[in-house]
């Protein structure tokens, strides 16, 4: 703790360390620095917790965002859940993975112990050639013999030409699971990184596979009792109250910004790649990672909410469709009857559309699931432009340690071995609260994703 003692004299109470940005990263930090019994400060921009996975008012109906899809394997955000007291169980519906494309494709994992799992899943797979489920075998195969490590990082197309995939198990298997997790096009998306999402997901316990879909809005599912666990745990959450720059004073940090005006001993920067660079900026030891920081491309995700008047019944919570990526009934997950998100990740042709035409897409999706309906009562396109970084071959991340003492990156950017995810963020979050607990740290500051 060598850098949050405070003073010489006894007794000597932990100093306290800011978290600047209430997102799920800056949240996971803060939670496991007051488990710690370090005092922490969040100071959040915005009214709302939650970052880019947060509640949004609309039409007098709480939305999300965006819809989100977590994992079996996402371990750190399930167990940061229930220690501040949102149940995973309570907030998260629990699906083996089924992936559902009707008419093209049908996989469902059996509840039985990997990887008779994914064996089962791929034998009773409805749309999939023998030739294409014996590729799909023979792929894992050959990534477990390597030990998911690839001798260099290319695209996952590239990964996948090289390993012979049929065209029709790319179509409907690889480069769906691609695209959901890493918000990335397979022809330009890292193969390790995808690789390393198959090692902890599809090739791990059957558990890790599985579909968590959040039951309670994205801000209640994890940010706001993690608020309610830190105001019993020592800690304290500023809403609308934005961090303009960080300063270095006394081997210390103050914040401009902070109606407190306190000295923080260390501070765990939890902002978003394209607003962290300008808080660097004003730290010339840090302006090398700024720069790489400002490097990184975004990519977009769109959701779009339909909303009917008469009651609307998918398939499964979650299924495929033509124009969307996956359509979730909302309905089906705690949500209004009749309520349907569908979602596109990455860019792409529907950039140029506008939103009538989005919706009229989107509605003609559903119809094709449903049955014939009439339009939606309201509808409600949202685009986060900058929803992910593009997880890009052999990418320079940085790691949550700068070359400034005290000074910690956090976010889903930060060099992990995943792509931009709630768990990546959350990740980085634990791991920066660690280092500022005075655990040793990293060697390196910038470094490709492994
Ligand atoms: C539409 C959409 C769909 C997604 N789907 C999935 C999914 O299905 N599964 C999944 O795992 N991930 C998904 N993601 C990605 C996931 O939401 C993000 O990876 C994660 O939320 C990032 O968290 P973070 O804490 O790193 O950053 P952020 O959530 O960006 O949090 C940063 C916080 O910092 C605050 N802030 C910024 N500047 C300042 C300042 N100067 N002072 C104080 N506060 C500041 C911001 O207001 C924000 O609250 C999706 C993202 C989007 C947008």
Request: charged share 20%; proline share 8%.
């Amino acid at each position: 703790m060598a850098h949050l003692v405070q003073g010489l004299n006894m007794p000597r109470a932990p100093a306290r360390v800011a978290v600047i940005g209430a997102g799920y990263g800056g949240l996971a930090a803060a939670v496991e620095l007051a488990t710690r019994g370090i005092p922490v400060t969040v100071f959040e921009a915005s009214r709302t917790l939650g970052g880019r996975a947060r509640v949004v008012e609309r039409n007098g109906v709480t939305l999300d965002n965006g819809q989100h899809i977590l994992i079996g394997a996402y371990r750190e955000l399930l167990r940061l859940m229930a220690q501040v007291g949102a149940a995973p169980h309570n907030h998260l519906q629990r699906l083996p993975l089924t992936l559902l494309h009707p008419g093209r494709l049908r996989l469902q994992a059996p509840r039985l112990p990997a990887p008779l799992h994914l064996l089962t899943a791929l034998i009773t797979a409805r749309g999939l050639r023998w030739e294409e489920r014996r590729g799909a075998m023979r792929f894992m195969r050959r990534l477990r013999r390597d030990g998911f490590r690839l001798p260099a990082d290319t695209t996952v197309a590239d990964l996948l030409d090289r390993a012979a995939q049929p065209d029709r198990l790319c179509r409907y298997l690889w480069e769906p699971l691609c695209l959901s997790a890493l918000n990335t096009p397979p022809q330009q998306a890292s193969a390790q990184v995808f690789v390393n999402v198959l090692r902890d997901s599809l090739a791990a316990e059957r558990a890790a596979s599985d579909l968590l879909l959040p039951r309670t809005d994205l801000s209640q599912l994890f940010p706001e009792p993690a608020v309610q666990y830190l105001t019993r745990h020592g800690g304290e959450v500023l809403r609308t109250t934005p961090i303009h720059a960080i300063r270095r004073r006394h081997g210390g940090f103050d914040l401009d910004g902070d109606p407190g005006r306190r000295s923080f001993a260390a501070v765990i920067l939890a902002v978003a790649p394209y607003h962290a660079p300008a808080l660097l900026g004003s730290l010339p030891e840090a302006l090398f990672l700024a720069q790489a920081i400002a490097a990184l491309a975004h990519e977009p995700i769109l959701t779009c909410y339909l909303h009917y008047r008469e009651p609307v019944r998918l398939p499964a919570p979650m299924v495929g469709g033509r124009f969307a990526h996956w359509l979730f009934d909302r309905g089906r997950l705690g949500g209004p009857t009749g309520l349907i998100a569908g979602v596109i990740s990455a860019g792409g042709a529907h950039e140029a559309m506008g939103r009538e035409q989005i919706t009229s897409r989107m509605h003609e999706d559903v119809c094709a699931l449903a049955g014939a309906l009439a339009p939606p009562q309201w509808s409600q396109v949202i685009t986060e432009k900058r929803a992910t970084f593009r997880c890009l071959p052999s990418l320079a991340r940085p790691g949550p340690a700068t070359p400034i003492p005290g000074l910690y990156l956090c976010g889903d950017y930060v060099a992990l071995d995943y792509p931009a995810t709630l768990e990546s963020a959350v990740r980085a979050g634990v791991e920066c609260a660690r280092l500022a607990a005075g655990c040793p740290s990293r060697p390196s500051v910038l470094r490709p994703a492994v």
